[in-house]
């Protein structure tokens, strides 16, 4: 029997399968220096493509991936594949120079002349260099070298700050998975409204999703493959291993049901998800592929009895905390190792603090309005950090365009920036005060400043004012006291 897979529009020029393979264990079949035939990994992706899967994800930091679908475009030009690949650079300032040389390395990698989708990921948002790159991907996508742009693990507020302040996303590659409900909520709801599509990865877990690990007993977490041990963190966060055999028992129930695996309900779960462009599962190339069983996905759907079942189940997890990314950026951090440190070494301060005489230390953060008005972003007296009223602006650019919940995000992070260039954190603040343009934005930015502080809680105050500058629409100063 033929299935035909079922394909999607990311963007009115990319068309891609809703089923994208994804090649992040290529870095784990070369772990511990094992060398791969990069040729025969290659050729290993034709079954996939004949299949009728013709989508594939990777990264700068995937081992050798860019290099193999670079091989197989050259062997098989007659087969159009849809390559997406990420840039995940270090913290700390970026050049246009770097911007524009890390791309050509993956152009070179891949053996193209444009990415058909770029997504970028940024390891922090208070230091502001990760708007420096977007804006940067936008030149180069208006010059032709990527086709479209996309993000990876961005929470919504920083999804919508992008947005909002003119850069052109077509996708946002997300944890969205049965054991992760973060992106059903706020992160589907924006991306329907501006018609940005999720790729949603996790689907099954890295295999921990399916009737192998039935009536199993709980793995220690540091044994498997990386996607195992990231992914036995997510159970231990979403309610352990018990609540998660309860699910796998549901699961196991809807699939004989409808006479396909475990794995495929996962799947066709999330890909009935409205938000949700395409599912990505993962292979190990010439070793791992389940190709027969990924197409059984386009071969069924759930009814409503399986959907209700299959929520029942879910009612019993435990939500996983914050938006969608987090895990990258503050604790628990559901990575393999439980930590970033194989991922990067140090966070470089957002702005360079300065010691004056009087044994005052300050920081600016280089906007116009400080040369002109002759003052410092914060200034750090003894544990006292005071932080100037700080608007949406970067440079000579205005963030979050006539967005008032996006203006007051970003701000919050130059005040988070601030914060750590002194030796201070956000937890760290007692007193914020918050101006707002129009009152008609009140809740917008109250709703901002209740996402960042809901569990700091500091004294506040939040009035209308006729603020300096036409763009600006809100603007906040705080006071923190460093422990």
Sequence with gaps: ??????????????????????????????????????????????????????????????????????????????????????????????????????????????????????????????????????????????????????????????????????????????????????????????????????????????????????????????EGTWSQMKYKRFIREAGGWDVFQELLKTLSDVAKKHNVSVANIASRYMLEQPAVGAVIIGARLGNSEHIDDTLNLFNFSLDDASHAQIEASLANLTPLPGDCGDEYRKPPFLTASGDLSHHLESFPKPFEAVTRPNGETIVLSGTKWEEIAGFCRAVRVDNRIVISGTTATHLDKVIGGQDAGAQAHFVMDKLEAALQSLGGKLEDVIRTRVYVRNMADWEAVARAHGNRFADILPANTLVQAQLVGDDYLVEIEAEALVH
Excluded at 20 to 26: A, E, F, K, N, Y
Excluded at 40 to 65: C, I, K, Q, R
Excluded at 105 to 128: A, C, G, I, N
């Design 1 to 222: 029997m033929t299935i035909n897979v079922q394909r999607t529009k990311l963007s009115p020029t990319l068309e891609i399968s809703k089923v994208v393979t994804g090649l992040w264990q290529i870095a784990d079949m070369e772990r511990g220096g094992n060398t791969l035939k990069l040729s025969n990994l290659a050729d290993a992706m034709l079954p996939y493509v004949e299949a009728g899967l013709t989508s594939f994800d990777m990264a700068d930091h995937y081992g050798s991936a860019e290099d193999i679908v670079g091989l197989f475009s050259t062997s098989h030009p007659e087969k159009p594949v849809q390559l997406f690949t990420k840039w995940v650079p270090t913290p700390g300032p970026v050049t246009k120079e770097d911007v524009r040389s890390a791309i050509e390395v993956s152009l070179k990698r891949m053996q193209t002349e444009q990415l058909d989708l770029l997504q970028f990921h940024t390891w922090t948002y208070s230091d502001p260099s990760w708007l420096d790159c977007l804006f940067y991907l936008q030149e180069l996508k208006e010059e032709g070298l990527i086709a479209n742009l996309g993000l990876t693990n961005f929470n919504t507020a920083h999804l919508s700050i992008a947005v909002n302040s003119g850069i052109d996303i077509t996708s946002n590659q997300v944890a969205f998975s049965l054991l992760d409900g973060r992106a059903k909520h706020d992160m589907s709801a924006f991306c329907l409204e501006h018609d940005i599509k999720l790729l949603a990865y996790g689907t099954v877990a890295g295999g921990l999703l399916t009737r192998k690990w039935l009536g199993q007993a709980e793995p220690a977490v540091d």
